[in-house]
């Protein structure tokens, strides 16, 4: 199985702040990774696929980056929007998540 | 636009089988696709269950194999997921997704889901 582990668990950030999320998996998955912004009570919405890639219709403040088993995902400047809680998953053997970084107020 | 609708009972006893069904509208699941479960416990994160390309061809997470059968109605346009042997710790909210062409990928297009408690 591969395992996703993302850091923080909790990050607490300000209307305008740059933002970056870290997603690892335990071998490598070259740039089979997803990114995924759930609200509460809703459905997750698909941000960047193949690591890098912006959905259409996806802010351009959304960046996605990596390859291997190091992934990150920028938020340029964080707007009200975007407190949401931020989901990694790989799809390079089965379909794995991370355990989900919650972006906060602070 | 592609819209998926989850349905099925909300309280199932535990030993018992859950059944769900998603009805897709806005694309035939005939023409393609993979199209998957994903279930969401409560305050916790999201696991994948299983896909189903077009053909048939299934593709199951190997934790949960043994209990779990997806299945599609084409005449309805509709996915299926049955999970036998349902303990609490299936209580989760389950979610219908789109995949894409291989059975390992991202999912695009999700329903909202449906909240299914195990309890007796």
Known sequence: DIQMTQSPSTLSASVGDRVTITCRASQSISTWLAWYQQKPGKAPKLLIYKASSLERGVPSRFSGSGSGTEFTLTISSLQPDDFATYYCQQYESYLTFGQGTKVEIK | ?120
Do not use: F
């Open chain 2, 1 to 120: 636009q592609v819209q998926l609708q989850e349905s099925g009972p909300g309280l199932v006893k535990p030993s018992e089988t859950l059944s769900l069904t998603c009805t897709v509208s806005g694309y035939s699941i005939s023409s393609g696709y993979y199209w998957g479960w994903i279930r969401q416990p409560p305050g916790k994160g999201l696991e994948w269950i299983a896909n189903i390309y077009h053909n048939g061809d299934t593709y199951y997470n190997p934790s949960l194999k043994s209990r779990v059968t997806i299945s599609l109605d084409t005449s309805k346009n509709q996915l299926s997921l049955q999970l036998s042997s349902v303990t609490v710790a299936d209580t989760a909210v389950y979610y219908c997704a789109r995949g894409g062409y291989s059975p390992t990928y991202y999912m695009d297009v999700w329903g909202k889901g449906t909240t299914v408690t195990v309890s007796s």
